[in-house]
């Protein structure tokens, strides 16, 4: 099976790279809904703000024979070419096809991709259990991360429960939100809290500037997205935040993204307070979303609390696996 690139995946292509999608998350659920179409096509077509990707796929025919695809990748690459950032891969094979080589091979088409863009670094991440562990292992990724999926559904959350939380508001705070990109005199102290957060910061490697930060919502907003962020001020400072995308519609499961309190301001219950503050914003604007998914840091004992008293539950588990570009197979070995 030859490799192709799909720099303009056709209509026939996306609907390929869908069944893939499917064929893997049947026989292996991880909790999330099942791929849908626009959603399959809003990834392939989408070009995010302040990243660009790369995308393969093997055809089960072979090159020219119309095959249905038997595996696909797609490379995000952040940033300018050559940034300190890694890329980021995500290879999916359908059962049927495995151990055949075609991971591999795409992963070389992958690397190859990396290089050309002058990166150093890939990360990749992969639900515990499955194959996909084993393969990246083989192919020099280490785990730097574990990850908890948790899931909160709305109707299971007393209102007296957001009621309560809300009244115990720790004193000399008060909470600010805003929906999409942040206001201009909040970015600076933003991208100051975004420090807090250490999940990543091992290995990503760069700093949060007010640009980043807005670029952040952009990438959102540009997939029809909406980005609600709740924050906690003292003074001009922004002591603790947390942000939630609400999917196109204001409808079905919406993705909890960062949370963070900076140190100085810890032990006053700020995280769980602007939690808090936004389940009650998203019960008044958007009533249609009825989940809230979540990932957790496996040793950010803290936070894990905090999302259990809300109601949220255990999912999933994933893993974070990076690996340096110099490692990882050429194209054509």
């Known amino acids: 099976?030859?490799?192709?690139?799909?720099?303009?995946?056709?209509?026939?292509?996306?609907?390929?790279?869908?069944?893939?999608?499917?064929?893997?998350?049947?026989?292996?659920?991880?909790?999330?809904?099942?791929?849908?179409?626009?959603?399959?096509?809003r990834l392939l077509l989408g070009a995010e703000a302040?990243?660009?990707?790369?995308?393969?796929?093997?055809?089960?025919?072979?090159?020219?024979?119309?095959?249905?695809?038997?595996?696909?990748?797609?490379?995000?690459?952040?940033?300018?070419?050559?940034?300190?950032?890694?890329?980021?891969?995500?290879?999916?094979?359908?059962?049927?096809?495995r151990r055949r080589g075609l991971g591999a091979r795409l992963l070389a088409a992958a690397a190859q991709g990396l290089r050309e863009d002058g990166r150093s670094s890939v990360i990749a991440q992969v639900l515990a259990g499955t194959p996909a562990v084993p393969f990246l292992e083989s192919h020099g990724f280490e785990c730097v991360?574990?990850?908890?999926?948790?899931?909160?559904?709305?109707?299971?959350?007393?209102?007296?429960?957001?009621?309560?939380?809300?009244?115990e508001a720790p004193a000399?705070?008060?909470?600010?939100?805003?929906?999409?990109?942040?206001?201009?005199?909040?970015?600076?102290?933003?991208?100051?809290?975004?420090?807090?957060?250490?999940?990543?910061?091992?290995?990503?490697?760069?700093?949060?500037?007010?640009?980043?930060?807005?670029?952040?919502?952009?990438?959102?907003?540009?997939r029809g997205d909406d980005l609600?962020?709740?924050?906690?001020?003292s003074g001009d400072v922004i002591a603790g935040f947390t942000e939630v995308v609400v999917p196109a519609g204001c409808a079905g499961r919406a993705a909890q993204y960062d949370t963070a309190v900076l140190p100085e301001h810890r032990g006053r219950r700020l995280g769980i307070w602007v939690k808090a503050a936004m389940l009650r914003w998203l019960g008044e604007e958007c009533p249609g979303v009825r989940e809230i998914e979540t990932d957790n840091s496996g040793d950010n004992a803290h936070m894990i609390a905090v999302n259990e008293e809300l109601?949220?539950?255990?999912?999933?588990?994933?893993?974070?696996?990076?690996?340096?570009?110099?490692?990882?197979?050429?194209?054509g070995r």
């Open 172 to 222: 000399g705070y008060r909470l600010a939100r805003w929906r999409g990109a942040v206001p201009d005199e909040h970015a600076e102290a933003l991208a100051r809290a975004k420090h807090a957060m250490a999940d990543f910061a091992e290995y990503e490697g760069t700093p949060w500037d007010a640009h980043r930060v807005r670029e952040m919502a952009e990438i959102v907003a540009k």
């Open 50 to 97: 302040g990243a660009r990707q790369r995308l393969w796929a093997a055809a089960a025919g072979g090159r020219g024979a119309g095959g249905a695809l038997a595996a696909v990748a797609a490379l995000r690459l952040p940033g300018e070419p050559g940034a300190d950032r890694p890329g980021e891969v995500d290879i999916q094979v359908r059962p049927e096809h």
């Open 311 to 331: 109601g949220f539950r255990l999912e999933r588990e994933s893993l974070e696996y990076q690996a340096a570009v110099s490692a990882l197979p050429a194209s």
């Open 1 to 41: 099976m030859d490799v192709i690139a799909l720099d303009d995946p056709t209509d026939a292509q996306i609907r390929g790279w869908h069944a893939v999608l499917a064929a893997v998350h049947a026989a292996e659920p991880d909790g999330d809904p099942a791929p849908d179409p626009e959603g399959t096509a």
């Open 145 to 167: 991360l574990t990850l908890r999926g948790m899931l909160l559904r709305l109707e299971d959350v007393p209102a007296e429960r957001v009621a309560r939380l809300l009244a």
């Open 228 to 233: 609600y962020t709740v924050a906690a001020l």
